[in-house]
Structure formats: structure tokens, C-alpha cells
């Protein structure tokens, strides 16, 4: 039998195939480490552009208006917009939060069928009013004081002013006040 003898593959061809490969993977891990460098530039730049931007809270205004003085008679009067209770007795206006100190539910104002005495800092003081909170059974007497269940501490009291503008009662959220406090008007 005859054997037959295969062209044999010239040298200098398969050397160029090498060469491709070896520059192709070449230039395509330069493009993966360009692209990652321009990845994190871009992703730092992002972020310096972010820090400049302040960051915005859109909160409710802490002062607002609630009404004219004249508007609010003898009691409790609940301003269901913002929460809370703008009382009046003898000595004049003051504004008490309907938020509860334990996890911030709407108290409800309970009036009482005749005034109570009660001890509050070991000082005798008569009530006329409770508030209560449905979610876990806090209770607070009429001055917002907890007496029971797990509120931490008394309702918050607000300062009250006079708007010059128009006269309106403008309540200051942010500026808690003692329970003695009373706006004359
Ligand atoms: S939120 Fe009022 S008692 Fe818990």
C-alpha cells in the first residue's frame, strides 16, 4: 500500500494565527479595564455631584395657624388637621399634642361626667378632662399627664402667639412649653 503524505501546514502561517489570538485577548482585556476604570469614574462622579445637592426633607411646618383666639370656647377643641387640643379655661389659651408618647397614635379625649382631684407632683389638681389611647391603653389626665400604660412621658405642650398678620392663634410645635403656660387672648 502506497502512503500518502499530507500537506504539511507552512510555519510562518500558524506563528500569524498565534499572533491574532494573542493580540485580540490583548485588546479585548484593555477595553474590560477601560471600561471598569470608566465605571468607577462615573460612579465617583455621581457621588460628588449627589453631595452637593442638600438633602430635602419635606416635613410639615413646626408653626402654623389654627384659627382666630375668639374661635376656641371654654374646653377642649380638638384641630384634627395638625393633632392636637387648643384648650381654654380661666387663665387663658393653651394648646396640648393628641399624639401619644408611646408610639404616636391619636389620643382621644375622654370629658369627665364631674371634675376629679387628682395628685399630680404632689400638688392636688382637678381635671375635667382624660385622654385615652386605643392602641395599647395609655392614659393621661386633662393636663397630659400619663398616669397609666406605657406612654413614657406626658403629651407635649405647644407655645402660642398671636399672629400680627391677622390675628390668627399660631401654634409652635417646636417650642414645647411648661403646662403652665397660658396665652392670654
Ligand atoms: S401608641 Fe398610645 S399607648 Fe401605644
Known amino acids: 500500500m502506497k502512503s500518502m503524505k499530507l500537506p504539511s ?12 489570538d494573542v493580540s485580540g485577548r490583548r485588546s479585548f482585556l484593555r ?27 419635606y416635613e410639615p411646618p413646626r408653626a402654623f395657624k389654627v384659627g382666630l383666639p375668639q374661635d376656641f370656647a371654654e374646653g377642649m377643641t380638638y384641630v384634627e ?19 401619644c408618647t408611646h408610639l404616636g397614635c391619636t389620643v382621644k379625649m375622654l370629658n369627665l361626667n364631674q371634675p376629679r382631684t387628682v395628685e399630680i407632683k404632689g400638688k392636688p389638681v382637678q381635671i375635667q378632662q382624660e385622654f385615652q389611647c386605643p392602641c395599647h391603653g395609655s392614659k393621661y389626665y386633662g393636663d397630659g399627664t400619663n398616669y397609666a400604660g406605657p406612654a413614657p412621658r406626658p403629651l407635649d405642650w405647644y407655645r402660642l402667639e398671636v399672629s400680627p398678620d391677622d390675628g390668627q392663634l399660631v401654634v409652635n410645635s417646636s417650642q414645647p ?9
Not at 412649653?177 to 387672648?185: Q, S, W
Request: hydrophobic share 55%; aromatic share 4%.
Open 31 to 57: 477595553s474590560l479595564g477601560l471600561g471598569a476604570l470608566l465605571a468607577g469614574l462615573a460612579g465617583q462622579l455621581i457621588a460628588m455631584v449627589r453631595a452637593l445637592v442638600p438633602n430635602v426633607l
Open 9 to 20: 501546514v507552512p510555519k510562518a502561517e500558524s506563528n500569524v494565527t498565534a499572533t491574532v
Open 81 to 99: 388637621d395638625h393633632r392636637l387640643f387648643i384648650g381654654r379655661d380661666q387663665r387663658g389659651l393653651f394648646a396640648i399634642s393628641a399624639i
Open 177 to 185: 412649653v411648661h403646662h403652665d403656660f397660658r396665652l392670654n387672648a
